[in-house]
């Protein structure tokens, strides 16, 4: 079968060739009539709009690029929700790329991205990057850049994230509130700034509470199952007493729970654990997560509304760079207890 081109739309209305290449790709010049006639004939014929040439006519390509570290977590996967349903909504579509926290595939991701001619990236930053040259190039190029999650001051690009620090402060805070005394922390790189200010966030509640800070109990690491049990197995190595564990995601804290079980240790009878992000599995695991939700679908819709505000604009990079700070919300489930234990004593490696 001859495939239908524009053309052919043109013919059956009798109308010019540029009318219809300036109908279907929307042109204030065409009035609201015209266009409902190319569509209707565009869809009566089955036409199928080459993408990539209009791109190429109109100098829009109606893709935005969405950079991740990591597609497993289920925090990144509902913020791109998010995303999606707003961009999708305002006739964008998504290229998606997977950084895996390596500064290496990061540059090879924005690198596509350009190459693709994106109207905007959306990049969640990769632990590994502490060099930014390649963001620095979507801004020379006039692209608009907006950073989701983990924030780059020194960018000066609009922002969307929580505030990490009340979420730390939360988490440690509602350990405290069950009547842990010896609150172990597991952190992460500290070159990036959502997991310093959950670790200051941890600190400042301590403080607040007329708690010791016991460097002993904060621990360092890349996210993982195995860094949770890892850090409790050193725990039980030096003979530390601890009685509640804050892990900084998820999948740490899931680690902390299989090791304790693998201990005898009960949870949260003897020690209370939270994480951070709200992960789907936290709910249907037992005992199940508490944790701090990120709101990560309103955060995926708010960068998505920035770039549609910002973009309609013209001059992305003229004004302040805005910064929208969403609150967390913290999830108390079975894993830090609903009941306190007033006689309760720290745990450790010698009982």
Known sequence: MKKVTIHDIA????????TVARALNDHPAISVATKEAVREVA????????????????????????????????????TILGIEKVMNENGYSILLYQSGESFSHETKGIETFMQSRVEGIFASVAMETTDFSHYEDIKKNDIPLLLFDRAVEELGVPTVRIDDYRGGFLAAEHLIKHNCKNIVHISANLDVKSFRERLQGYKDALNHYNLPINEDLIFYGKPSIE?????????????????????????????????????????????????????AF????????????????LMGEEVARLFLKLHKSQNFYTSIPEQIVLEPLLVERESSGLTVFINQSPISSTQ
């Open 43 to 78: 869809k009566k014929l089955n036409y199928q709009q080459n993408k990539v040439a209009s791109s190429l006519r109109s100098g829009r390509s109606n893709v935005i690029g969405v950079m991740v570290p990591n597609l497993a977590a289920n925090f990144f996967n509902s």
């Open 227 to 279: 860094l949770g049990r890892r850090c409790i197995e050193q725990l039980y190595n030096t003979n530390e007493a601890f009685d509640g564990v804050f892990a900084f995601e998820d999948y740490t804290a899931l680690g902390v729970m299989q090791q304790l079980k693998s201990h005898g240790v009960n949870v949260p009878e003897q020690v209370k654990v939270i994480g951070f992000a709200n992960e």
């Open 11 to 18: 013919r059956e209305l009798n109308v010019t060739f540029s």
């Open 282 to 297: 936290g709910a249907y695991i037992s005992p199940s997560l508490s944790t701090i939700d990120q709101q990560s679908v």
